[in-house]
């Protein structure tokens, strides 16, 4: 085991921690990728996660401090401690991790350069205050073109001894870095090029996903779509060529197809048509009805695909066209139909419940349509799953109101009592309330917030415009 000091010695060590279960980690690509690139930028890294209770191999058998998978090495004992964050829920379990490698979870009490605690993902781009107590330094937006940079400055701190307080505004003065310690200036996201989106790690032994081997398609969505963090974060649309998407699925047996917008890629059909011909197994996790064809339907059956997730997002094509997302009902029920007849055994459904300007009568209409589709599934099995809005930062409904309680609980029982019979079984299941309750916790969320005044992730340059976002946001709500 390596027993230097961090921050000594020639290169850096790093870890890189998933702030949830291995399995969650193992399935998701943005993790796997944030690992390979510091990876291959550092004398040596590791990967750790959420403990999964007593006795997990991650944690050492006496002091039950965290450790890295590969090394068992104390995550504590490295140079960089690196987050890589997908979800906003999974916020919560950093201070935890912090603590389980021995470190105080506050930046300000950690007083040596060494270990630097980093964080990245998604989640970063769209607001990383609720996080800034914890770390050091936060990338806003993609790894790959600030990963040189960053880590180089981390190196040359590690070799000249530079305490934290010189450190960090040598970060700070990084593009697509933000220093919480130093106040919020302007950070500007940054993101790759296409053909600089760090190449597919492999499979994971332990992943949700089995032995799925899984290829980014590209980045972005050309869609846009009000409520769509993604949507508007993942810019500009970045779609790697049919091709390459091949050569950089190798001879993996099966394929998940990853991106925001796989329904949306040129090739879609030649990809698919060349995994099958090469009888590989296909994954896609999700297509907006819109994008189902009988051909697309056919092959995604002929590549092994037994369900797939269709997202409606609302019950009337009124409210559907309000946040953005403008698909008929004649598009759903033609793409289950398609689905159903090519042999997809189950199709679920998404909806959200409390979208801004939403009545009762939106979410009956919820029952009114997947009434209608239960009629042309045939053998297919519809599940339906319901969660309540959520507004996301740099979206056209950044300043929406989330849902009053009471009103959610009566829409979620509107579901609960039309939804039975055999084909609703998601349905039944309660909607999770933790985000709202959790943003409850902390302000009234239920009160739209000032257009004219800043918003506190005002400060993330994200490349949105803030101004179209609000003409826009106005216009709907007086429409
Ligand atoms: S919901 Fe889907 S289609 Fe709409 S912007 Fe987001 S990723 Fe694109």
Redesign the pocket.
């Known amino acids: 085991m390596d027993s230097r000091d961090p921050g000594q010695g020639s290169g850096l060590s790093a870890a890189v921690l998933f702030p949830n279960k291995r399995e969650v980690a193992c399935a998701s690509l943005g993790f796997l990728k944030a690992f390979e690139v510091i990876r291959r930028r550092v004398a040596f890294a590791d990967l750790s996660y959420v403990p999964s209770g007593p006795g997990d191999p991650i944690l050492s058998p006496r002091r039950g401090l965290l450790l890295g998978e590969i090394s068992h090495r104390e995550v504590g004992r490295f140079d960089i401690i690196g987050f890589s964050v997908s979800y906003e829920n999974d916020y919560v379990n950093m201070p935890g991790l912090l603590i389980r490698a021995g470190l105080a979870p506050l930046a300000a009490e950690r007083t040596k350069t060494f270990p630097l605690v980093l964080s990245g993902g998604f989640t970063m781009s769209t607001n990383p205050l609720p996080i800034a107590d914890f770390v050091d330094a936060v990338v806003v937006g993609e790894i790959e073109p600030v990963a040189d940079s960053l880590l180089g400055v981390l190196e040359d701190a590690g070799r000249r001894g530079l305490p934290k307080d010189r450190v960090l505004p040598l970060l700070d003065a990084l593009p697509g870095v933000y220093v919480p310690a130093l106040g919020e200036r302007s950070v500007e996201r940054i993101w790759s090029d296409t053909d600089g989106i760090a190449p597919e790690p492999g499979v994971r032994p332990g992943s949700h996903f089995g032995d799925m081997f899984l290829v980014e398609v590209g980045r972005g ?5 009000h ?2 963090a ?3 974060l ?1 810019k500009p649309l970045r779609m790697r060529s049919g091709e390459s998407i091949i050569a950089l699925a190798g001879d993996a047996p099966s394929v998940g197809l990853v991106g ?2 796989v329904g ?1 890629h040129p090739d879609l059909e030649f990809i698919l048509g060349r995994l099958i011909a090469e009888d590989r197994r296909i994954g896609i996790s999700s297509l ?1 009805p819109d994008q189902v064809s009988p051909k697309i339907a056919a092959l995604l059956v002929k590549g092994g695909i037994k369900t797939i997730a269709v ?1 409606p ?1 609302a019950g009337t094509e009124a409210l559907r066209a309000r946040i ?2 403008s698909i008929t009902d004649a598009e759903i029920v033609g793409a289950v139909e398609m689905l159903s007849a090519a042999g997809i055994s189950t199709v679920k459904l998404y909806f959200m419940i409390g979208l801004p300007w939403e009545t009762d009568r939106d979410v009956e209409a919820i029952v009114g349509l997947v009434t209608r589709l239960a009629r042309v599934r045939g053998k297919a099995r519809l599940t339906v799953a319901a969660g309540p809005f959520v507004p996301k930062p740099h979206t056209v409904f950044q300043w929406a109101p989330f849902e009053d309680r009471a009103a959610l609980r009566r829409k979620v029982d509107i579901l609960r009592r039309s939804l039975s019979g055999p084909i609703l079984e998601a349905a039944r299941k309660p909607v999770s309330l933790k985000r709202v309750l959790l943003r409850r916790a902390l302000a009234d969320p239920t009160i739209e917030l000032d257009t004219e005044k800043p918003l506190p992730w005002d400060f993330i340059v994200s490349g949105v415009d803030r101004k179209g976002l609000k003409r826009k946001y106005l216009e709907l709500r007086t429409s």
């Open positions: 969505c050309g869609r846009g779509c409520f769509c993604a949507g508007n993942y925001t917008a949306d907006r997202a997002e953005g997302k």
